[in-house]
Nanobody, 116 residues
């Protein structure tokens, strides 16, 4: 059973940083690409960043380029999202996601709130 568990969210002031993590289990993590999505209240879910199984970053949303970095550690079955220079508009629930056997899996999400 595919399981994704996000952690690292919280309340941060504008300009601050957070590092999100996503621990994966139930599948061969090193064989699959991973993605981070976010969804703010009243808005559609947005792809933030994506990384291949080998660690190549293949997509980063224009709104976060230069501020957010996706990475992974296959030995730890984990994917990360380093978020710097956070802005109030980055406030959202952040999810990690993958597609295994044609089925999309997503974690429960972690709340990120950027506010002074």
């Amino acid at each position: 059973q595919v399981q994704l568990v996000e952690a690292g969210g919280g309340l941060v002031q504008p300009g601050g940083s957070l590092r999100l993590s996503c621990a994966a289990s139930g599948f061969s993590f090193s064989r699959y690409g991973m993605s981070w999505y976010r969804q703010a209240p009243g808005k559609e879910r947005e792809l933030v960043a994506a990384i291949t199984s080998l660690g190549v970053v293949i997509n980063t949303a224009a709104s976060v380029q230069g501020r957010f970095t996706i990475s992974r550690d296959n030995a730890k079955s984990s994917v990360y999202l380093q978020m710097n220079s956070l802005k109030p508009e980055d406030t959202a629930v952040y999810y990690c996601s993958t597609s295994v056997g044609g089925t999309i899996a997503r974690g429960q999400g972690t709340q990120v709130t950027v506010s002074s």
